[in-house]
């Protein structure tokens, strides 16, 4: 149909001759894409509201505002799929429903941007896609199996648990722990008191702050894992690795070895940082620990 009018298009175009209103219209619709169908909901909320989202695969952007009041805008391009967002109480549940069997993984999907008050607490699960958050300060619990986690200003306890998807935690402040199969993880410019992050393929980066009393636990099986320091760090510091390297590129005092001689695939180094008070313990199997120079 559409070789069809522009064929009629082109006829009409030709010197003299005018395409009338109505052919133009139509012309017009057959050759614009249909518009992905749209959800937008508005939900009054008392103090700490919880989000709980569902999406099998999309973008989601999780962001807060001054209002008390949660708004939920979805779009998706498929009929295999619809959006649900409902209100019980002062708990929001946003869902993806798959309508059909043996749906078609491209269709399936769905973007959220969820825009909620700064003291919710929010509970996400996004197969594949991307999940950001920003400016959260309640608890916050993501689990993804491919997608990735941006997480950036968060307060409250932070637990994000991935199987291939990579996690990025710029200014994670609360307590944090972030486990991940194959994922990669990175925590920039934090000022956690607790941090547990594991990933057994993936790589991790570690340049946040050490909080006086805190305890910072950073393992993965394989891959580089990499801390940097300041000199003003006061920290207790424990690197290991059973069949790996550590290499000490921050110019850390390693303690007087322990009489008892460790294996001699092990490396591993023991200091105390200034007063020592933050406690600090990296393990790899046969990954390489590299401790630098924050700045470098």
């Given at each position: 149909?559409?070789?069809?009018?522009?064929?009629?298009?082109?006829?009409?175009?030709?010197?003299?001759?005018?395409?009338?209103?109505?052919?133009?219209?139509?012309?017009?619709?057959?050759?614009?894409?249909?518009?992905?169908?749209?959800?937008?909901?508005?939900?009054?909320?008392?103090?700490?509201?919880?989000?709980?989202?569902?999406?099998?695969?999309?973008?989601?952007?999780?962001?807060?505002?001054?209002?008390?009041?949660?708004?939920?805008?979805?779009?998706?391009?498929?009929?295999?799929?619809?959006?649900?967002a409902d209100q019980k109480g002062n708990l929001i549940e946003i869902s993806t429903r798959i309508l059909v069997q043996n749906a078609r993984p491209e269709n399936?999907?769905?973007?959220?941007?969820?825009t909620v008050p700064q003291d919710a607490e929010l509970q996400v699960h996004d197969d594949a896609g991307t999940v950001q958050v920003i400016r959260v300060f309640?608890?916050?619990?993501?689990?993804?199996?491919?997608?990735?986690?941006?997480?950036?200003?968060?307060?409250?306890?932070?637990?994000?648990?991935?199987?291939?998807?990579?996690?990025?935690?710029?200014?994670?402040?609360?307590?944090?722990?972030?486990?991940?199969?194959?994922?990669?993880?990175?925590?920039?410019?934090?000022?956690?008191?607790?941090?547990?992050?594991?990933?057994?393929?993936?790589?991790?980066?570690?340049?946040?702050?050490?909080?006086?009393?805190?305890?910072?636990?950073?393992?993965?099986?394989?891959?580089?894992?990499?801390?940097?320091?300041?000199?003003?760090?006061?920290?207790?510091?424990?690197?290991?690795?059973?069949?790996?390297?550590?290499?000490?590129?921050?110019?850390?005092?390693?303690?007087?070895?322990?009489?008892?001689?460790?294996?001699?695939?092990?490396?591993?180094?023991?200091?105390?940082?200034?007063?020592?008070?933050?406690?600090?313990?990296?393990?790899?199997?046969?990954?390489?620990?590299?401790?630098?120079?924050?700045?470098?």
């Open positions: 149909m559409i070789q069809t009018l522009l064929a009629f298009y082109r006829s009409a175009s030709r010197p003299g001759r005018i395409l009338p209103a109505a052919s133009m219209a139509l012309l017009a619709c057959a050759t614009t894409p249909a518009f992905a169908d749209h959800l937008e909901r508005h939900f009054a909320v008392s103090p700490r509201p919880v989000i709980m989202v569902h999406n099998p695969s999309g973008k989601l952007t999780i962001q807060s505002w001054s209002k008390r009041e949660v708004m939920v805008i979805a779009d998706h391009g498929s009929n295999e799929v619809g959006v649900e399936i999907r769905a973007d959220y941007t969820i309640g608890d916050t619990a993501v689990e993804t199996q491919t997608a990735g986690v941006d997480l950036e200003d968060i307060g409250g306890y932070l637990n994000v648990r991935t199987v291939g998807g990579s996690v990025d935690c710029i200014r994670c402040n609360g307590r944090v722990v972030i486990e991940s199969i194959s994922g990669n993880l990175r925590l920039l410019q934090g000022h956690s008191p607790s941090v547990r992050a594991r990933t057994d393929r993936g790589s991790i980066f570690f340049d946040s702050d050490f909080v006086a009393d805190g305890l910072y636990v950073l393992n993965n099986y394989s891959g580089p894992i990499e801390l940097l320091f300041s000199p003003s760090d006061s920290v207790t510091l424990r690197a290991t690795s059973l069949r790996g390297q550590v290499n000490n590129e921050a110019g850390v005092t390693p303690l007087v070895r322990s009489p008892v001689r460790p294996s001699r695939y092990v490396q591993s180094i023991m200091s105390n940082i200034n007063d020592g008070l933050a406690h600090v313990e990296v393990t790899s199997f046969n990954g390489t620990i590299n401790l630098n120079k924050r700045g470098e």
